[in-house]
């Protein structure tokens, strides 16, 4: 089945920093997410990306899919990016999806 | 738009207990998946029902079960309850309808608390 490894496990930074989350799968996927976990639990899906590059506002991804990895860009941090950020995988939305265990996030005001 | 609602938000229960959550999936969606988060870890996957029944089942023993209706809602069931069960519960929907591959919108999930 698929792995999925997301590094570092923890980032702290100053506010207005930039930073880059990994995430490396093991196999072929289809289906690749990136969620957002805010300390009161709520999941917010940031990024459907199985291929190729996305930016929204201060967030952007990159899945490069031949070499199973994906990247997660924060620009210009702010305290209400912090949390953790959880990397899902999976061949097809009608296959299980993993997740990764997370990066937790803290931006220092 | 409704997005996925859970209910209950949070929950205690004892040990050898059952419990039922359950979830409405955003409107559209007709795939629902549970998953079951430890402190500190990622999202576990339960299982996935679409058409009422359950498609895909993640490493959990037969305490746990589940249910799709008609309307696409779900429950989870977890009967004999272990205080090692005690997590958040997170559902997700998706569309299996319109492509095979969709982005999931997760619940704000129930917290189970086994005393």
């Known amino acids: 089945g698929i792995q999925v490894e997301q590094s570092p496990p923890d980032l702290i930074l100053q506010e207005g920093a930039n930073s880059t989350l990994r995430c490396n799968f093991s196999?072929?996927?289809?289906?690749l997410q990136w969620f957002h976990q805010n300390p009161w639990g709520q999941l917010i899906n940031l990024f459907y990306i199985p291929s190729g590059t996305k930016q929204n506002g201060r967030l952007s991804a990159t899945t490069v899919a031949t070499e199973r990895y994906s990247l997660l860009y924060i620009s210009s941090s702010q305290t209400t990016d912090s949390g953790v950020y959880f990397c899902?995988?999976?061949?097809?939305?009608?296959?299980?999806?993993?997740f990764g265990s997370g990066t937790r996030l803290s931006i220092r005001p | 738009d409704a997005g996925v609602t859970q209910s209950p938000t949070h929950l205690i229960k004892t040990r050898g207990q059952q419990v039922t959550l359950r979830c409405s999936p955003k409107s559209g969606h007709d795939t629902v998946s549970w998953y079951q988060q430890a402190l500190g870890q990622g999202p576990q996957f339960i299982f996935q029902?679409?058409?009422?029944?359950?498609?895909q089942r993640g490493n959990f023993p037969d305490r746990f079960s589940g249910h799709q209706f008609p309307n696409y809602s779900s429950e989870l069931n977890v009967n004999a309850l272990l205080l090692g069960d005690s997590a958040l519960y997170l559902c997700?929907?998706?569309?299996?309808?319109?492509?095979?591959?969709?982005?999931?919108?997760f619940g704000n999930g129930t917290r189970l608390t086994v005393t």
């Open positions: 029902y679409y058409e009422e029944e359950e498609r």
């Open positions: 196999d072929s996927v289809n289906n």
């Open positions: 899902a995988a999976s061949y097809s939305s009608a296959s299980k999806i993993i």
């Open positions: 997700a929907s998706s569309t299996r309808r319109a492509s095979l591959n969709s982005p999931l919108h």
